[in-house]
């Protein structure tokens, strides 16, 4: 074939250059829209020596200004077919400098705020995927370490290689791991390292170790040819926030070349099978992406999928690992880039036809929709004023700045926005608590989950009944017994006026305080270097033989002789605990610890949650 080709070529080259491409229309029917969190986009790297060389002439056409690439295949006539549309296209002189400002720059402030930001480069077999990773490593370490990015992370980093069913720690000798998910369904690369950074050469010190370790073996077009996915994975740690579920991730991923399982002539059985298993993990990521575009697509536009789209992770070591980047349940946010690599030579045509359309199909294109009528009850229909204004009246004292939280975003923008960076962005008000942030961010999230949940329900079942305590003294009653029902599903102070009082002039049973061990004895239990507790009663009130949760007698003097001996007051109290949703609490009624008044640092709000069963901070 390779010779005919090259016999050929000028008359193909003729028939291209005659060839009128019918007007496409190349962002796809005006009717759709592309998902919001996931960027195809395709490289075709320049003709290399050895192909020019030997006669062979380009079979990838780019039309100017536009997303959609000529396959020209070596045919009579000549074909502008298939046609194929991405987002992005990159020309053989495209810079990759130019792919790393537009598709892969934005992930690094995402996954540093919080967010799970993925690149993966997909492409047959001696196509440029490892050209391209390994440039865009550099140009992310550069980002990383000159000092652009706000706040302080801890960054940490791993590589392994996935070679079939198993995973190799690149940065420890190829030392085989495993890849477990745990029973909190997290998947862990059990046995990997992870490696500390703190300036760009030993970052990229690292990535080069890794580079050299890769399983490469010769295939029909690459010397050197990758038959092995290689994961880099960035964590990004906020030292404020220590919870494993905020850190953000990045991860750079060099997918095994794409090659054909039937060059049987030239492979002996065991290459054919690592052929099939790659093609095999490549199909099962494909479905993965395009599972989860839809997913994301369909609830950025505010009507997630009564059925959630069935997204097989499982079903390769690969998608596995990644869990994360694909479960719709999983709270994290994405955006997810991929670039196809495509070998321009005709030579290679059936492959980089296969490439492209790969591409194609992990665009989730779905059908626009109307811009949902504004529904106060509904963030998903707020544009940014609406939102800002939201913010102003529902953020508690002081008021979270909206202009500083939501400066240019709607409300479904600000849903999808990564956790930590909400509450950095919430922080950046002054006068504004940890707490405050944190119990903001929940309301604001679960008036979405309750907004999504009564759809579709009739309207009047929207609401709470009327009846019930007080009822039948009248409208008026109803409205003011309701009010103070609601109340008490939060641990705010029923009492009109008490927010004027100070918070430990008005100690109760119930009341949520953060607090700090002036010993430092409860460190374990901390969130975020703070502790919480609900108190129940002064600890004069129990008995001689009632211990705190490490077994001490919490009261064993008097009231008077403790304040003769210039102790403090002090109240026993329950432990408020992280529960398994993020941003949820329990409260262990049986883990007692005794608080000193001059322990509590501030009133925390707790709203009870009957749909989770947990309680939630609220402002
Ligand atoms: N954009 C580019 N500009 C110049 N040369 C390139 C470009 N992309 C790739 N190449 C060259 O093409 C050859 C193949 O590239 P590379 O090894 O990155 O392919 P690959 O897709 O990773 O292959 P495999 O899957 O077999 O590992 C290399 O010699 C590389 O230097």
Known sequence: ???????????????????????????GPASTVASPEIVVSARVRPMLEDEISRGFPVGIHLRRNTQTIDVHALKQPVRGLPTITVDQVYGPDAATANIYDSLVKPLVPWAWGGGVGTLFAYGQTGSGKTYTVSALEKHVAETLMDGSLEGERRISISIIELAGQTAYDLLNSRKQISILEDSLGTTQMAGALEHQVTDKETLLAYIEAAASLRRTAPTLKNDSSSRSHAICRLRFEDPDRPSADDDGLLYLIDLAGSEAARDKTEHDASRMKEAREINTSLSVLKDCIRGRALADADSFAGRPNKKPAYIPFRQSTLTKTLKHVFDPTSARRCKTVVVACVNPCLADIGASKNTLRYAELLRAVIPKTKAAEYNPAVPTTWNNEQLCEWIKTNSGTPPISPSLLAPTETGPQLLRLPVPAFLTRCLKTPGVSPEQAQAFQVKFWKLHVDSMAQRGKPADDSKPSAGGFGSESGG???????????????????????????????????MVVSWRSAAGEYKALE????????????????????????????????????VQEGESEGYLCAMVMPSLLPGSFGISLWRQVVVRVEEMEAEVLMEWDEATRYYYMTV
Do not use: W
């Open 1 to 27: 074939m390779e010779q005919f080709i090259i016999d050929h070529a000028e008359r193909y080259k003729r028939l291209v250059a005659a060839f009128k491409p019918s007007a496409t229309n190349t962002k």
């Open 527 to 562: 969130v975020g270097g703070k502790s919480y507790a609900m108190v129940m009663c002064p600890v004069h009130a129990v008995g001689a033989r009632v211990r705190d949760m490490r077994g001490v007698v919490v009261n064993n003097s008097t009231k008077e002789e403790a």
């Open 476 to 510: 008026g009653v109803v409205l003011q017994t309701k009010s103070r029902m609601e109340l008490l599903d939060s641990s705010a102070d029923p009492e009109p006026g008490a927010g004027g009082v100070p918070f430990k002039e008005r100690i109760r049973p119930g």
